[in-house]
């Protein structure tokens, strides 16, 4: 898709992919903004950042497949209807539940989707844990990919509660994904 809306609605924000019910079909679709993809898009992400982005999809498709698989065990489903009816409890799921296997896979593939010589340079980064005092802590590849995977689920209530709530936090966030937008291959 050339461009993508949230809810499917091109009245609302532009966002970098969507995933979806088909109302009559059934069909779960995957819309992905070609504004990540292309190199002179509007959206433009690294590439790690568009494989995170794949991957935050497919975990939205996996629960609306198990949320509408009747064979899977009434109890499973009518749970999972009830705590994550709509995509921002999916985040919320994601956030409590998703993050460490997110960091794994960015993790198995992180070699595929980046060049030594970025990486080399983004390791030499110093990061700034806390603000006052100012302390000091080398680039950390597992801090990375969990707030590479926190990207999108900044409208989930863990995301405000955690992170927004702490000044330190949040300005780690932005350290972690501002140096891989910076440093990583596009």
Request: hydrophobic residues 35%.
């Amino acid at each position: 898709m050339d461009h993508v809306y949230e809810k499917n609605d091109p009245t609302k924000n532009e966002v970098h992919a969507t995933t979806s019910e088909d109302p009559v079909s059934r069909n779960i679709v995957i819309k992905i903004s070609k504004q990540i993809l292309s190199p002179d898009g509007t959206m433009r992400q690294t590439k790690i950042e568009n494989a995170k982005t794949i991957f935050h999809e497919c975990i939205h498709a996996y629960l609306f497949v198990k949320a509408g698989n009747s064979n899977v065990g009434v109890d499973f489903v009518s749970t999972l209807n009830e705590m994550y009816p709509t995509p921002l409890a999916q985040h919320d799921f994601m956030y409590n539940n998703m993050i460490p296997t997110m960091q794994k896979v960015l993790g198995e593939i992180r070699d595929l989707v980046t060049k030594t010589p970025r990486r080399t340079i983004l390791e030499g980064y110093t990061m700034h844990p806390t603000i006052n005092p100012l302390t000091n802590a080398p680039f950390n590849w597992a801090d990375f990919y969990k707030f590479i995977s926190y990207s999108g689920l900044d409208e989930a209530s863990c995301f405000k509660e955690y992170v927004l709530k702490d000044s330190n936090l949040l300005s780690l966030f932005n350290q972690y994904v501002t140096a891989g937008k910076i440093e990583l291959d596009r």
